[in-house]
Structures are given as C-alpha cells and as structure tokens.
Nanobody, 121 residues
Framework: VQLQASGGGLVQAGGSLRLSCAAS????????VGWFRQAPGKEREFVAA????????YHDDSVKGRFTISRDNVKSTVYLQMSSLKPEDTAVYFC???????????????WGQGTLVTVSS
C-alpha cells in the first residue's frame, strides 16, 4: 500500500494550496482517509477526514471554514483544499487511511510520507 502526498510548498499568509494524496494497493473506496499535520516541535494533530464513500466529512475546529477535504474514488485520491492560510498552519501534512472510517482518535492503518506546507507572514 502506498499513499503519495503532494502539493505542499511556500505560500504567503492568506493564500491557498491544494494537497493531494494518491493511494495504491488498497480498495480505496473501503477506506476512510484524512489528513494530519505536525508542526516543528509539536505532536502530530488531526486536520480533517472523509468517510469511505465520501458521505461524511470532519474538520478540526482550527481549520473549519478554511480547509475542505474531498475525495475522488475513481482516481483513488483525497484532497485538502486550504484557503486563508495562516503562519500557524505551517507543518508537514500527512495523509492517512483506515478501514471504513478515520477519526481524530484513529490509529490509521496506513500513512503517507508527508508534504511540507510553509506559510509566511
């Protein structure tokens, strides 16, 4: 199983980025997928998740209204659209997958390698 994250980069505060995570080696539509992030010197934290069939989404309060998670089960890809970025959003963003549903309390079955997002002030 591979989860390949991409789309990170350097952006100014207030800007936007879209992260992608392409999955292979699993039946993608059977897995809840989501994003976590880890800022320098801090623990990894939950950002957002979407259920296996895309019916339900969950966003941490810190990103609600600014970030939107979505998925394309035909392309086996999950996306994180990030807008109104703040310097405190600077982190390595990891995609993750867990069978059927992923939540903020999950220990995911699979992790991607991470993509760095840097937001300058």
């Amino acid at each position: 199983v591979q989860l390949q994250a991409s789309g990170g980069g350097l952006v100014q505060a207030g800007g936007s980025l879209r992260l992608s995570c392409a999955a292979s080696g699993l039946t993608f539509s059977n897995y809840g997928v989501g994003w976590f992030r880890q800022a320098p010197g801090k623990e990894r934290e939950f950002v957002a998740a979407i259920s296996a069939r895309g019916v339900s989404t969950y966003h941490d309060d810190s990103v609600k209204g600014r970030f939107t998670i979505s998925r394309d089960n035909v392309k086996s890809t999950v996306y994180l659209q990030m807008s109104s970025l703040k310097p405190e959003d600077t982190a390595v963003y990891f995609c993750a997958a867990e069978y059927w549903i992923l939540t903020d309390q999950s220990v995911p079955d699979y992790w991607g390698q991470g993509t760095l997002v840097t937001v300058s002030s």
